[in-house]
C-alpha cells in the first residue's frame, strides 16, 4: 500500500445500523417518508430510495420497505457512497424495514 | 473568491477498472460522481435475484455501490432500463458482438446520457475505466475515438489507465489533473491493475469473471431473440425478467414453457405465476414449470412428460404430475420423456 493510500473499508464495516431494534420501532411510526419497494428486485429499491431522497430535505427519515434481501448490504453501501446516515433495518418475515436519514447536501 | 473545485463523472461498473479509474481521479483532487447504469441485463442482478432469495445472510452486492462505499465517493444509479431495450439493443448502428451485445451503441448511450447530466448539473469532464484493447468490440483506438466523436465528448472524456497511449484530453492540458499520475495500460491483462489496486489499498473487488452483461451470451441471445421474434419488440418487462432463468422449450408459436433447473429457480418462477400454467411434480423433487400461451391436450401432457423428466422420478415408468392452467387444476399419470431428439428440436 502507498503512504498516502489509506486503508478502504470492507463490508463489516457499514452492514450495522447506528440505531437499537427499539428506536428503529418507533421510527415505524415517526418516519417522514416511505418508500415502497415490495416485490422489486435490487437495484430498483435503491434507485427509488435514490430517487426520492432527491427531493426531500435534510434531516428527513425515510423507512424502505422492500422483500429483497439485497437492500440490507445495498442501502448501507449507498448510504457511505452518498454520505446518508444509514439507521438500521428491522426483519420482519415477509419484509425488511430500512431506514436512512437524508444528510445535508455537501457544501462546494 | 475560492477557485472551483473541478468535477467530473465517473462511468461505474462496480469492476475493479473502474473503481481505479475513479480512485485516480479522486487522489488527482477532482470531486468525482459516479454513474452507474442498470440496464436490465446485468449478470450480477440475476445473481442476486435468485440468490438473495434464500440466502438473506450473504446477499449478493450491488458492486458500483460497493465501489462507492469503499473509495466513499458518490455513486448514482441511472435507471435507462425502458429506453435501452428498443433504442440500443434492438436497433444498434454499430453493430452487435458475439451475441445480441451492441457494445459499441452502449457505450455511445451511456455516454449521451453521463453527457446531459455534466451540462445540467455542471460538470467538467467525464472518465471511463476504459483499457485500450482489452475488449475486442469496443475497447479498441478506432471504435473509441469513434465514440468519443459521436458522443461530442472529444477531449472531455479521459481514461485515467490508458491515458499515456491515447492523445491528451482537456483536463490534461489545462492541468484539472496531472497527465503524470495517470497510467497506460493495454492489453486484456490485469496484472497492472491489481498492482494499483494494492496501492491504493482496495481489497475487495469483484474478480473479472467474463463480463457483466448477459448480452454477449450465446445461449441468453438466442431465449432474446426467439421472445423478439414471437412477441414483438413491445417485450412485456417480466418476460424479460424470465429470460434470466430456467430452461426454454418452444411449443409453438404463441406457446413456451419454462423449467426451473434448481430450488432457487422455482422460488424466483414461482413469483411469476399468477397468470400462467403451471406444471410441478408433487412425489419427487421436481422443477417448476411455468407455461406461457394457450395449451392444447397434447401440449399440456408433453409438458408434464418433460416436468417429470427433470424431476427425481425421471426414471420411474409412470409419476403422478400436476398441473394448473387458467384457473383449473389437475394431474395427469405420464411417462417422464426419454432421450428425445424433439426436446433438442423446440429447446431455445
Known amino acids: ?108 | 473568491m475560492p477557485e472551483k473545485k473541478i468535477r467530473a463523472l465517473g462511468l461505474m461498473s462496480g469492476g475493479l477498472d473502474s473503481t481505479l479509474a475513479a480512485n485516480l481521479i479522486q487522489n488527482l483532487g477532482v470531486e468525482v460522481l459516479g454513474l452507474h447504469f442498470s440496464t436490465g441485463f446485468c449478470v450480477a442482478d440475476r445473481h442476486r435475484l435468485l440468490g438473495n432469495f434464500n440466502n438473506r445472510d450473504k446477499p449478493y452486492r450491488n458492486d458500483a455501490l460497493h465501489a462507492g462505499a469503499q473509495l466513499e465517493v458518490p455513486v448514482e444509479i441511472i435507471d435507462i432500463k425502458d429506453r435501452y431495450l428498443p433504442e440500443v439493443v434492438l436497433n444498434p448502428k454499430h453493430g452487435y458482438g458475439s451475441g445480441m451485445n451492441p457494445c459499441i451503441d452502449c457505450r455511445i448511450f451511456m455516454l449521451h446520457r453521463a453527457k446531459e447530466i455534466m451540462a445540467e448539473r455542471d460538470y467538467d469532464f467525464i472518465f471511463t475505466g476504459e483499457v485500450l484493447g482489452q475488449r475486442p468490440m469496443s475497447q479498441r483506438r478506432p471504435p473509441m475515438h469513434m465514440i468519443e466523436k459521436e458522443t461530442g465528448l472529444e477531449g472531455l472524456l479521459l481514461r485515467p489507465l490508458s491515458a499515456h497511449v491515447m492523445p491528451p484530453t482537456i483536463p490534461e492540458e489545462k492541468g484539472w489533473v496531472d497527465r503524470d499520475k495517470l497510467h497506460g495500460i493495454v492489453g486484456r491483462g490485469r496484472h497492472k491493475q491489481m498492482q494499483l489496486a494494492e496501492e491504493f489499498g482496495l481489497v475487495d473487488y469483484p474478480q473479472p469473471a467474463g463480463g457483466c452483461c448477459f448480452l454477449p451470451d450465446e445461449n441468453y441471445s438466442r431465449k432474446l431473440r426467439d421472445l423478439l421474434t414471437f412477441n414483438g419488440p413491445d417485450v412485456d418487462p417480466d418476460d424479460m425478467m424470465l429470460l434470466k432463468v430456467g430452461r426454454h422449450f418452444r411449443l409453438g408459436d404463441d406457446v413456451k414453457i419454462i423449467v426451473g433447473r434448481h430450488e432457487s429457480e422455482n422460488d424466483f418462477l414461482e413469483r411469476f405465476r399468477d397468470g400462467r400454467g403451471s406444471v410441478w411434480v408433487e412425489d419427487y423433487s421436481s422443477p417448476l414449470t411455468l407455461i406461457e400461451g394457450p395449451l392444447s391436450a397434447a401440449d399440456l401432457e408433453f409438458t408434464c412428460q418433460i416436468t417429470a423428466r427433470y424431476s427425481a422420478g425421471r426414471n420411474e415408468s409412470e409419476i403422478p404430475v400436476h398441473w394448473q392452467v387458467d384457473g383449473e387444476q389437475g394431474q395427469l399419470r405420464v411417462q417422464p420423456l426419454g432421450e428425445d431428439r424433439r426436446l433438442d428440436e423446440i429447446r431455445i
Not at chain 1, 489509506?6 to 427499539?22: C, E, F, M, N, T
Not at chain 1, 424502505?64 to 426483519?91: F, H, K, M, Q
Open chain 1, 1 to 108: 500500500m502507498s503512504p498516502d493510500s489509506k486503508p478502504r473499508r470492507g463490508v463489516a464495516a457499514y452492514v450495522h445500523g447506528i440505531k437499537s431494534d427499539v428506536e428503529l420501532e418507533r421510527l415505524v411510526d415517526t418516519c417522514d417518508v416511505v418508500v415502497d419497494a415490495m416485490g422489486t428486485f435490487c437495484p430498483e429499491p435503491v434507485i427509488r430510495t435514490q430517487n426520492a431522497a432527491r427531493e426531500l430535505s435534510a434531516g428527513t427519515v425515510v423507512m424502505i420497505l422492500a422483500d429483497d434481501a439485497g437492500v440490507e448490504i445495498d442501502l448501507p453501501a449507498w448510504c457511505i457512497s452518498t454520505r446518508n446516515e444509514y439507521l438500521g433495518v428491522l426483519r420482519e418475515p415477509d419484509k425488511l424495514r430500512v431506514f436512512v436519514r437524508k444528510a445535508a447536501p455537501k457544501a462546494r
